[in-house]
């Protein structure tokens, strides 16, 4: 697990005010509360409190992936919390099921490498996930074990980064 090879065709940019409803949008998609560790909808007014606070929070990172026509086709939630990085990513509705989701995930990785001084990056999958699994072995990570998360068991994808 020493390369992180980058994906030419997504493009990320830090998230600003105006991401606020789209991201709302994508994250109250039945799918991807589905494979949430807090599956419950969020009102929009717990969203934009939520999101506006996340975006003044230097140890939390909101970017948006976009094509090469700059074209939304999703969003991966970064978190740093110390030695580490902690990774969520969720694909478009009208994008899903077309390769982006292994992209979107080495491509936030190599960001977080370039910007935090941070040798792995981590990913939690709840339950039995296979396309989430599937997403993150295409992305070079490997599982490193389990725990608990929000009271719901997960596993562990890490990626390392090479000396």
């Known amino acids: 697990m020493n390369t992180l090879e980058y994906d030419t065709v997504i493009v990320l940019r830090p998230a600003e005010t105006v991401d606020a409803r789209l991201l ?24 934009h409190g939520w999101f506006k606070e996340k975006l003044s929070d230097p140890s939390f990172e909101i970017l948006i992936a976009r094509d090469r026509e700059e074209n939304p086709l999703g969003r991966a939630y970064l978190e740093i919390p110390g030695d580490h990085g902690v990774i969520n990513v969720a694909v478009a ?27 792995r990056v981590v990913g939690y999958i709840k339950g039995m996930n296979p396309a989430s699994i599937h997403a993150f072995n295409s992305a070079g990570f490997k599982q490193a ?7 719901e068991d997960a596993l562990v994808y890490e990626f390392r980064k090479s000396a």
């Not at 994250?27 to 929009?44: G, M, Y």
């Not at 509705?93 to 040798?119: N, V």
């Open 93 to 119: 509705p009208e994008h899903r099921g077309k390769g982006h989701s292994p992209s979107l995930i080495r491509t936030a990785t190599g960001y977080a490498f370039e910007k935090h001084a941070i040798r």
């Open 24 to 47: 709302w949008q994508w994250d109250s998609d039945i799918a991807v509360r589905e494979s949430s560790f807090r599956s419950d909808l969020t009102t929009w007014d717990e969203y």
């Open 145 to 151: 074990g389990a725990a608990v998360v929000d009271d």
